[in-house]
């Protein structure tokens, strides 16, 4: 609909008109505050670390030295700034918070030019009676949508920053799981590589023993068999090492081990915290948070849904020339789609129904992350138990077991059999002593995970 006015008439109206237009292109409600949950440390937002973590991915990278011990912390920094993983996430926030910029944007104004009346016949042959108009439109968008979808959008923006988090701690009890599997298959090749010094040290003294015919040619065939099946147990060991250290490289975005050796510890092994304790902080989990960001963003989409079936108002105005008989005029006009069949109908029950998927999904994942939270805290136990029966009771006598029986063997008292299993059962339980502790601390990393870091008292 145009209407057009004298211009004494329509000078007040393109006055109203403007002022309209910029109130409600400044208008708008602020960005309500999203429920904020610091991370484990307490020191930096989700939204700052990943941005760290995007202008991490760019930075060039300074080589590591192939030869040096590799410490846990170098490890965990090395992954938390080199982790390609880490690096899409990071940028994938780069793009909600570009398009939570783009969500807050105003439509842009419209300028239309038309002239009428010219190049016909008779008095419109030229352009003596054409009219020339020139009109500047701008839709107003009603209902507060702009505000919705900027929310919307800005909400999105928290759920990829707390993806980000979630993924950082991934990361992270990955680093801590694979360094302490490469420690302990470099305690195992340690282990083994005794384990065959002391076999070939029995099969040279079972072979003097045999020379001198005080002893069965037979012993020296069981020492040759104890020594070929240590050397074999080394042969894994070893194969497991070099697994073990490619797994950690990979952590970092690396195809092959760039590092020597892994340095110290993972960490100690202490008694296992209270589980209601960490049942009680689950719920500061990234996932669980990014979850409930998710749903206030469903419920922000149903809200600006609703919004949609108000139509929007577009408004003009703008300069009329007649070249006959020369006069000018401003004109002002205004259009409002009728919502006779179009209410946005589907769209709104669409986000009706993603909404109640989201709720369901956090529930789901809630439940996930109970079961995990279980499991790992179960094998934590488990594990603590075993590592606290070896080192106290079953190791030293063992240990005690073995000395006692290979002094006797030189001394006439026991059989070269009992000093091979002996050996045998001493190996198997320090070996499964390196693994209790690698298990352990496997689960203690998933725990980590779980209760976003937070260090839980024993």
């Given at each position: ?146 505000g919705k979808r900027r929310r919307a959008a800005e909400l999105g923006a928290d759920v990829a920053a707390w993806e980000v988090e979630a993924a950082r701690l991934r990361v992270i009890e990955q ?17 083994t590589t005794e384990q065959v010094e002391i076999a070939e040290s029995s099969q040279q003294a079972t072979r003097r023993l045999v020379d001198a015919g005080a002893a069965p040619a037979v012993e ?239």
């Amino acid at each position: 609909m145009r209407i057009e006015r004298p211009a004494c008439i329509a000078g007040p109206c393109l006055v109203l008109l403007t002022t309209g237009l910029l109130v409600t292109a400044h208008a708008g409600p602020a960005r309500a505050a999203s429920p904020e949950r610091r991370p484990s440390d307490g020191s930096v937002a989700p939204q700052e670390r990943a941005t760290g973590l995007a202008r991490d991915a760019a930075r060039p990278r300074i080589l590591p030295q192939p030869d040096a011990p590799l410490t846990l912390e170098e490890a965990l920094r090395r992954a938390l700034e080199e982790s390609p993983v880490l690096a899409a996430r990071a940028w994938g926030l780069e793009g909600h918070n570009a398009r939570a910029i783009q969500a807050g944007l105003l439509p842009n104004p419209e300028l239309e030019a038309e002239t009428e009346n010219f190049a016909g016949s008779g008095t419109f042959s030229g352009f003596g009676a054409s009219e020339t108009t020139l009109t500047l439109a701008q839709r107003l968008e009603t209902a507060g949508k702009r505000g919705k979808r900027r929310r919307a959008a800005e909400l999105g923006a928290d759920v990829a920053a707390w993806e980000v988090e979630a993924a950082r701690l991934r990361v992270i009890e990955q680093v801590m799981s694979a360094f302490a599997t490469v420690v302990a298959a470099q305690q195992a090749v340690s282990v083994t590589t005794e384990q065959v010094e002391i076999a070939e040290s029995s099969q040279q003294a079972t072979r003097r023993l045999v020379d001198a015919g005080a002893a069965p040619a037979v012993e020296a065939t069981r020492d040759l068999v104890a020594v070929a099946t240590a050397r074999i147990d080394r042969v894994r060991a070893v194969r497991d090492l070099e697994a073990a250290r490619v797994e950690l490289s990979r952590t970092w975005g690396s195809a092959t081990a760039d590092f020597a050796e892994a340095a110290g510890e993972v960490g100690p092994v202490t008694s296992p915290p209270v589980l209601e304790d960490l049942r009680a902080v689950l719920v500061q989990n990234p996932t669980l948070v990014a979850w409930d960001q998710e749903v206030a963003r469903r419920e922000a989409l149903v809200e600006l849904e609703d919004a949609r079936r108000i139509p929007d108002v577009t408004a003009a105005a703008g300069f009329r020339w007649h070249a006959e008989p020369d006069d000018a005029a401003l004109v002002a006009g205004f259009s409002v789609p009728l919502p006779l069949f179009d209410q946005n109908q589907g769209d709104r029950a669409a986000a009706r129904a993603d909404l109640r998927r989201a709720r369901s999904e956090r529930r789901a994942a809630e439940a996930t992350l109970g079961t995990e939270l279980e499991r790992a805290y179960q094998e934590l136990s488990a594990r603590h138990e075993e590592i606290v029966e070896l080192r106290d009771g079953i190791l030293p006598a063992a240990r005690d077991a073995f000395d006692g029986v290979r002094d006797g063997y030189r001394r006439g008292l026991f059989r070269n059999t009992d000093v091979l299993q002996a050996q045998r059962t001493l190996v198997e339980l320090r070996l499964r002593e390196i693994d209790a502790v690698r298990a352990y601390h496997v689960a203690r990393a998933a725990l980590e995970r779980l209760t976003a870091g937070r260090q839980v008292q024993p």
